[in-house]
């Protein structure tokens, strides 16, 4: 059986205290890179991540914190990167290491933008880590419910499946379920897709649309979904699973969703500077709308939900007219 061996988690935000929770309660170590000196100062006074889900509290004796990639680098062998997308490039830049023989899993639900490469993409064709060694975490998994031991079903996708079982088995517990795919580059689009169509959830229900529409919002969604998949990875799929579309539906429907409070502010009014101001979060959608349009500039695949969201959001079309013409289109 494959050995994760050291692992290190490379962000602070949410989702990556969450994933640091899950890990360090069954390896009892951890590295943990955070951009901020001052923040793991407060970190190690509190016991505590001082901006993120402060109620969950740490062993600090149990985790190695640095504000050096390099130096986790070099002593983890496991790199779990857990940074908002359009920020990856930033991080990456400051690594001198080479990770090529890391076991690097990546829990990012977002496209490295300019670049309009999904994560493992990224890391394989810039960083030259064989597929065989880059995993994805995936499935409905707001931080918020896994960091109260909230049931909830982890889907980890890895081309090697000894690799995605060996970590799939150190995460498990009573509260956390897990299974394994060798799909990850269509885990890694569906996960991008998923906030997307939040957004556009979001939106509806800023403009007073109910839940019977957005039953057929959320029907239509999981459909272009899997028309684009299944045109950027055509291998046998079941787009119902919980890591396609369980990500989706908790997504568009969850008052912990950013996404969608972003998509709702939207459709209230808001402007797109305006909402995102007022949010303290990063919602991945508003960045993974334009890269998923130039992407499927090249892939002509028919996703008018898409093309809705990114009208609104980058071509300033006003919502109800945006929205109506999209009710028009469904069935």
């Not at 529409?213 to 028309?227: C, G, H, I, P, T």
């Not at 695949?301 to 959001?313: H, K, Q, R």
Request: proline share 3%; aromatic share 10%.
């Amino acid at each position: 059986m494959f050995d994760v061996g050291r692992i290190a988690i490379i962000g602070g935000g949410s989702w990556a205290t969450a994933i640091a929770k899950i890990v360090v309660g069954h390896t009892h170590h951890i590295g943990w890179y955070m951009r901020r000196d001052d923040r793991i100062e407060d970190f190690l006074r509190m016991g505590h991540n001082p901006a993120y889900l402060t109620g969950v509290h740490f062993n600090t004796e149990e985790i190695f914190f640095s504000s050096d990639i390099n130096k986790i680098a070099q002593q983890y062998d496991t790199l779990i990167f857990v940074t908002p997308s359009p920020y990856l490039k930033n991080h990456l830049k400051k690594l001198k290491t080479r990770i090529r023989d890391k076991f690097v899993i990546t829990a990012i639900k977002g496209i490295v933008p300019d670049d309009n490469l999904v994560c493992s993409e990224y890391f394989h064709k810039v960083w030259d880590v064989p597929y065989e060694r880059l995993a994805v975490i995936g499935g409905p998994s707001h931080a918020e419910e896994v960091a109260l031991e909230r049931l909830s079903y982890l889907t980890i996708g890895c081309a090697d499946v000894e690799k995605a079982k060996a970590f799939a088995n150190l995460i498990s517990s009573e509260y956390i379920k897990t299974k394994t795919s060798q799909d990850v580059v269509g885990i890694e689009y569906s996960s991008v897709l998923k906030n997307v169509y939040a957004i556009a959830a979001g939106i509806c229900s800023g403009l007073k649309y109910g839940d019977n529409f957005q039953s057929v919002l959320m029907s239509n969604a999981v459909q272009e979904m899997n028309r684009f998949v299944t045109t950027v990875n055509p291998i046998p799929r079941d787009i119902n699973d919980s890591v396609y579309m369980g990500d989706l539906l908790v997504t568009g429907y969850s008052n912990f969703s950013r996404n969608r409070t972003f998509g709702s502010m939207i459709g209230k009014g808001y402007s797109v500077k305006s909402a995102q101001m007022e949010m303290e979060m990063i919602a991945e959608g508003y960045f993974g709308t334009k890269c998923m349009k130039e992407i499927n500039r090249h892939m002509h695949v028919n996703m008018p939900i898409l093309d809705a969201v990114y009208n609104i959001l980058y071509e300033r079309i006003n919502p109800q007219i945006e929205i109506k013409l999209l009710t028009d289109s469904f069935r």
